[in-house]
């Protein structure tokens, strides 16, 4: 009878996962139609191409800070990392004159160097995850204004102009089709990995992973110099996108990226989430975002509902815990 109780229970919870899905999906749906009806512009292959090109940089993000929820953490640094790693490559390709694959591969060992730092704080001194990365934000967002002395820079690179706004076929975003690759790999480094399985275990019962023979300050260490990695890259795309480097570039991507992670119906209590429903939570942003836009919503309300809707998923989320 117990393990029938078990079965029923794990059989429960899948059916319950799924209704998230279907239940994202539907809304999704919702939203189309609806904006659909009230702007002629929405429904067209180009302005879907323009949303995929919009939320890639806060999905690239979102793709890490995904593994880091799961394991009951959090990383309030990324748009700081994100401003600090655009104006570093400016820097190195507009001021010193160096090429793309120069500026690229060191920006991106910047994004090492930092998550590094975020791994190290959380892992080694123990610092509870949300004061550790309210610390670094500030720290990179300072060096930010100090590498530019506050000033924006213009960056004319080919190579880095492309990685946001270049197209492939003459309609697909890179940076679109960059978010997707991400998405695609990390769904399958969580899923089908060793790895991957070891986060959901930290996020689940850290004890009890320490006590099976897992590392759990090696696979919190990771997580965070992945994310670390994947906002270098998303401050890259930033770069191409603008073609200007702004120590003040990653304002309010923060509360965006972890207001994608909660609307995919990601929990903060960890052990549990997936990659393919914070996608989800991207493209639900990005159509929001979008069709806001077109009806011409102040941007202090999109900013408004953005807030409306983290505290909605994180009520859910709650209430989900709490049944379970």
């Not at 180009?46 to 090109?53: A, E, G, Q, V």
């Not at 959090?74 to 748009?79: F, N, Q, R």
């Not at 509870?128 to 530019?148: E, R």
């Not at 897992?214 to 996108?241: E, P, R």
């Amino acid at each position: 009878m117990e393990q029938l109780s078990i079965g029923q229970k794990n059989r429960a919870s899948m059916l319950k996962k799924r209704l998230l899905d279907y239940s994202l999906i539907l809304f999704t749906i919702i939203l189309c139609i609806g904006f659909s009806l009230a702007s002629p512009y929405f429904l067209n292959i180009k302005n879907f191409m323009n949303i995929l090109t919009s939320v890639s940089v806060v999905g690239i993000i979102a793709t890490g800070m995904t593994l880091i929820m799961i394991t009951r953490g959090i990383d309030l640094s990324v748009g700081s990392i994100i401003a600090m790693t655009g104006c570093v490559s400016a820097i190195i390709v507009m001021k010193y004159h160096m090429a793309w694959y120069v500026a690229i591969p060191a920006t991106l060992l910047i994004g090492v160097i930092v998550g590094s730092l975020n791994g190290i704080i959380i892992t080694k001194f123990k610092v509870v995850p949300f004061i550790a990365t309210l610390g670094t934000l500030n720290i990179f967002k300072g060096l930010a204004f100090i590498l530019t002395n506050g000033q924006a820079i213009y960056v004319s690179d080919k190579v880095i102009s492309y990685m946001g706004t270049g197209k492939i076929a003459g309609i697909i975003p890179f940076p679109g089709l960059l978010m997707l690759a991400l998405f695609v790999a990390f769904w399958w480094i969580s899923k089908k990995t060793v790895f991957g399985r070891q986060i959901y275990a930290v996020g689940g019962n850290p004890t009890a992973s320490r006590l099976a023979g897992i590392n759990t300050q090696k696979v919190l260490f990771k997580v965070y110099l992945i994310t670390g990695v994947l906002s270098a890259i998303a401050g890259l795309v930033m770069t191409g996108l603008t073609s200007t480097a702004m120590p003040s570039a990653g304002d309010g991507y923060n509360l965006d990226v972890i207001t994608t992670v909660y609307l995919g119906g990601n929990s903060a209590g960890g052990g549990e989430g997936s990659v393919w429903r914070t996608l989800l939570g991207v493209v639900i942003i990005g159509i929001l975002n979008n069709g806001m836009a077109l009806l011409s919503v102040p941007s202090y309300w999109q900013t408004f509902f953005k807030g409306c809707l983290l505290i909605v998923a994180v009520i859910m989320d709650m209430m989900r815990r709490k049944q379970a």
